[in-house]
C-alpha cells in the first residue's frame, strides 16, 4: 500500500477528537490559522477541550467559535486580550472562572511546543524571569543569569495549517504562514494539516519545509 | 520645532541605527521607525513571526494575506529576507542574536526595568506575545514612549508600578522630548528638545537626571504624525 | 538451511515491517533491512543525520559525496524523502517519532538492557554515536546480532558486563539461530532454527529462555552473506 | 554600504582566531565537512584550542590536522575512535593525558549546541541516562521518566560548510551536507562559512536554509 495521508473532508479528518482532548492550533500575526478545521471540530461539539494556541482572540483566527461555544476548559497562550474595551467571549469565561487560562511569552509559548515535539520534557529560559507571569515557577543560575524552568507542552491533537502538501504528508508554508505549524506538528499525537492544495508527486526534498513523517491527516482547504 | 510626534520620535531611533544590524521593531510605534533609516544603510529588521529581512508595508495590489508581520500588517520581505518558524525565530531572539529591539513602554525604571505589557484593565486578559523574550534577550532594549501619560504623571520612575515585562534591560529611551541613555548610574538625558528647560524635564521625570556633558537638542524634521 | 548469515538476519527482520513505519537502521548489519522490504509495503527509512526518506545505495555513476547516510555510504533519497538538520534529526529521534530503530549490539539483557556502543578495547576512543538517543527514545528497539560470541560465550544476558546504551529499551533480539522477544518475564523464545534444539538454545543463552505457546522456525531464503 | 559578507581566502576569514578559542567545526557522515577552513586554521598555528566536532576521527575530515599538529587541547565529540586497531594520534594524546575529552550522545551534542544558539542554559533529555556517559550528571524524573541535565555549548567561532551563499550570508546546504552547520552558526560568536559558489542575487526567501543573520564571513572553498 503506497503511504497516502489524504482525508476528503475536514470533517472527516477531526471525527475522533474526544472530549477532554488537547488540541494545538496553529496561526498567528493573521496568518496560518488552521480554520477548516477549527470549524469542524466547533461541528463536533465536543466538551472540556484544552487548546494550545498562540492567541485566544485573534479576529481572523475562528478559535474564539469554540470557546464560544463552551467547548473548551483550558487556554494555553500567549494574548488572551480581545480587541475593545468589552469583555471578548473568552474573558468573559475567564472572568466567571469558567475556563482555565495559563499564559506564556511567546518564545516560552514556542519552545515548549518545540520541547514536547524533540523529546526535552523540561529547559530553562530567561524570558519572564522576574516577572509576575513566572511567579513561583523554579528558577536557576547559569553562568552569573537567572533562568525559569519551564516544561515541555505535548497536545493529541494539532490542527496546522500550511501551503502544499503531498501524499506523503510532507508540507510547504507560504511565508508567515509557517509561525507554529511545524512545531505544533512535531508535539501532538496526530498531526491534521490544511493545506491549499495537494498533489500525487512528492515535494521536491529541499523545497520540504515539514517532513511527512510528522503529519497524519491532510486536507484541503475550502477558503474559510 | 517642539514636542516629537510618534512618526517623529521613531525617525530619532531610527537614526541612531547603524549599518548591518539586525533589529526587532515592536508593534505601534516602534515599527514606523523602518521608514526612516538613513540613506546607504542596510539594516535587517526581524518581525518575532519569523520574517527575518523584513521590506516596506506592501502596496495595496502586492499586499498578500500570508506575508504579514507580528501585527497582522500585510509587508514585503526585502532582498535577502527569509522567513522561518516561530520555534526558531524565538530561539533567534532568547539566543541573543538580535542587535536592537525598539519596544513601545508604559513605564521604565532608572534600573533599566521594562513594564510594557500588562496596563491592568480590569478584567481583559493578559496580552504577553513576545515582549519579554524580545526584552530578556536582546542585545540592546530601546523604548519609544511619551514622556509623561496624558494625565501628565511621570513614565519614567524610580521603581515601576505596573508588572515588569524584564527587569534591568532597558538602554535607551526615545520620547517626545528626550532622549535618554539608562546607565549604571540611572538616567543620563542625552538629548532634550529646546523648549523644555532641565529642571522642566526633571519635573517631568519620576527619577533623578543626569545630563551628558554632550547633552545636546533633540530635533527631528518635520512629519506628519499618523492619524 | 541452518544458521543465518547477517543478511539473512537483516531479510528475518524486515519482514517484520510494516506499512508506513518509520525505522532506523543502525550502521553495520541493520542498513541491509532495507534491502528486504516486503513487496507492496512503503517504509520510511531515517539516516540520523538528517536523511527522511532514505532510498537504496546509489548506483555507482549517480553516487554524489554529498548525499551519504550516517555511515558515510552514497546514497539516494526515496520518492517523499527529504533532508533536515541533525539538531532536528535527534529531535525527531528523542521525541519518540521513530517506529523502530534497528540496532546492531553486544549484550543484550533480560530485563532490555543494551549494551552497544563500547566494547572496552585498550586506550581506543569512545565511539558513541547516535546509538544512545536511538536506543533511549524509539518506540521500539530491535537487536541485530549473532547469538554467541566468536569464543561461544553468550550475548544474551542476565545482565550486561559491558558499559549500557540504555536500560530497559530492547524490544525484540534477531540472532543467527532465533527471534527472541524481551518481555517483563525475560526472553521469549518466537523462532529458532530447526538444527538447534530448545536444550542446545538455552545452552547457549545466558539467561532464562521461555518458548512462545506458537513458537516456530526461523527460516529465511537463500541469501549470499556480504564478504 | 550594502552588506556583503564575502571575504577573498580562508587564510583571512580565520586570521583573528586566538589561542585557547572554542571552534565548532561542521560535518558527519562524510559530508559537510569544512575542510578549507580547517586547513587555514591549521595554518595558524594557534593553540590550546577546543574543538567542538562530532568526530574527532572521521577519515574524511581534517580536525585530525588540528590534533595532529599539537594545536587541541580538548575536545567535546560523539565519536572519538580512530578506525583500526593502532591508536589514532588523538587516542595517543588522549591516552597521555595531554588532551581532554568529553564524549556525548550525537544528540545530546546536537541538541547543546542548538541550545546554545537558542539562549536555553540547559535542558534535560532521556539520552544516556543510567549510562557510565552520564555518571555524575544530574538527573531528575518528570511524568515518570528520568532525564540527564545537560547544559548548552557555545563558541567563540564556528567553521561550516554549505552549498551556495549569497552576500547576506543566507546559505543552502546539499543533502547531508547540512547537519551540524546549521546549528553551529548560531551558537558561535563568529560564524565563518565555506560555501561551493557565492553569489550576487539574494537566494529566495523559500531556498534560504540558513539565514545570513547567522553568518559573518563567507568563501569559497577551494575543493580540498
Do not use: H
Given at each position: 500500500m503506497a503511504i497516502d495521508k489524504r482525508v476528503g473532508s475536514a470533517a472527516a479528518a477531526v471525527s475522533d477528537v474526544r472530549d477532554g482532548a488537547t488540541v494545538m492550533i496553529s496561526g498567528f500575526g493573521g496568518a496560518g490559522f488552521a480554520n477548516d478545521l477549527v470549524l469542524a471540530l466547533r461541528d463536533r461539539a465536543v466538551r472540556g477541550l484544552t487548546l494550545i494556541v498562540n492567541s485566544a482572540t485573534h479576529p481572523l483566527s475562528f478559535t474564539h467559535t469554540l470557546i464560544e461555544a463552551g467547548m473548551v476548559a483550558k487556554v494555553i497562550c500567549s494574548a488572551a486580550r480581545g480587541r475593545g474595551k468589552g469583555l471578548s467571549a473568552f474573558e468573559q469565561l475567564w472572568k466567571d472562572g469558567k475556563i482555565e487560562l495559563v499564559a506564556l511569552p511567546q518564545g516560552t509559548f514556542a519552545e515548549c511546543i518545540r520541547a514536547g515535539g524533540a523529546g526535552i520534557p523540561a529547559f530553562y529560559t530567561p524570558?519572564?524571569?522576574?516577572?509576575?507571569?513566572?511567579?513561583?515557577?523554579?528558577?536557576?543560575?547559569?553562568?552569573?543569569?537567572?533562568?525559569?524552568?519551564?516544561?515541555?507542552?505535548?497536545a493529541d491533537v494539532a490542527l496546522v495549517r500550511g501551503d502544499v502538501a503531498d501524499r506523503f504528508g510532507n508540507m510547504t508554508f507560504r511565508y508567515a504562514q509557517k509561525n507554529f505549524g511545524p512545531a505544533m506538528a512535531t508535539a501532538a499525537k496526530l498531526t491534521i494539516a490544511e493545506v491549499r492544495a495537494v498533489q500525487d508527486a512528492p515535494i521536491a526534498p529541499e523545497l520540504v519545509e515539514l517532513p511527512g513523517v510528522y503529519v497524519n491527516r491532510v486536507i484541503v482547504a475550502g477558503g474559510v | 520645532m517642539g514636542v516629537l510626534n510618534r512618526r517623529q520620535i521613531a525617525?530619532?531611533?531610527?537614526?541612531?541605527?547603524?549599518?548591518?544590524?539586525?533589529?526587532?521593531?515592536?508593534?505601534?510605534m516602534p515599527v514606523n521607525c523602518s521608514d526612516y533609516v538613513r540613506a546607504g544603510l542596510e539594516v535587517v529588521v526581524q518581525s518575532e513571526n519569523g520574517i527575518i529581512g523584513m521590506g516596506p508595508l506592501a502596496a495595496a495590489e502586492a499586499a498578500d494575506a500570508d506575508l504579514v508581520d507580528a501585527g497582522s500588517r500585510r509587508v514585503t520581505i526585502a532582498p535577502?529576507?527569509?522567513?522561518?518558524?516561530?520555534?526558531?525565530s524565538f530561539a533567534m531572539i532568547r539566543g541573543g542574536h538580535i542587535d536592537v529591539t525598539v519596544l513601545g513602554a508604559f513605564e521604565v525604571a532608572a534600573n533599566g526595568d521594562l513594564a510594557n505589557w500588562d496596563s491592568r484593565i480590569p478584567d481583559k486578559g493578559p496580552l504577553v506575545g513576545g515582549a519579554m523574550d524580545l526584552a530578556a534577550s536582546a542585545k540592546a532594549v530601546w523604548v519609544m514612549m511619551e514622556h509623561n501619560t496624558r494625565s501628565g504623571g511621570a513614565r519614567l520612575?524610580?521603581?515601576?508600578?505596573?508588572?515588569?515585562?524584564?527587569?534591568?534591560?532597558?538602554?535607551?529611551?526615545?520620547?517626545?522630548?528626550?532622549?535618554?541613555?539608562?546607565?549604571?548610574?540611572?538616567?543620563?538625558?542625552?538629548?532634550?528638545?529646546?523648549?523644555?528647560?532641565?529642571?522642566?524635564?526633571?519635573?517631568?521625570?519620576?527619577?533623578?537626571?543626569?545630563?551628558?556633558?554632550?547633552?545636546?537638542?533633540?530635533?527631528?524634521?518635520?512629519?506628519?504624525?499618523?492619524e
Open positions: 524570558s519572564g524571569y522576574g516577572t509576575d507571569l513566572t511567579l513561583g515557577k523554579e528558577t536557576r543560575r547559569f553562568g552569573g543569569r537567572d533562568y525559569v524552568l519551564e516544561e515541555a507542552l505535548v | 525617525w530619532r531611533a531610527a537614526q541612531d541605527f547603524w549599518d548591518g544590524m539586525l533589529v526587532n521593531l515592536g508593534l505601534g535577502g529576507g527569509t522567513v522561518i518558524d516561530s520555534a526558531w520612575l524610580e521603581a515601576c508600578t505596573l508588572p515588569l515585562t524584564a527587569p534591568g534591560c532597558v538602554k535607551r529611551i526615545y520620547t517626545d522630548i528626550a532622549v535618554i541613555e539608562v546607565t549604571q548610574a540611572g538616567f543620563v538625558v542625552l538629548e532634550v528638545i529646546e523648549e523644555v528647560s532641565r529642571a522642566a524635564l526633571q519635573a517631568r521625570t519620576g527619577a533623578p537626571l543626569r545630563f551628558a556633558a554632550a547633552c545636546g537638542v533633540l530635533r527631528a524634521p518635520d512629519i506628519a504624525d499618523e
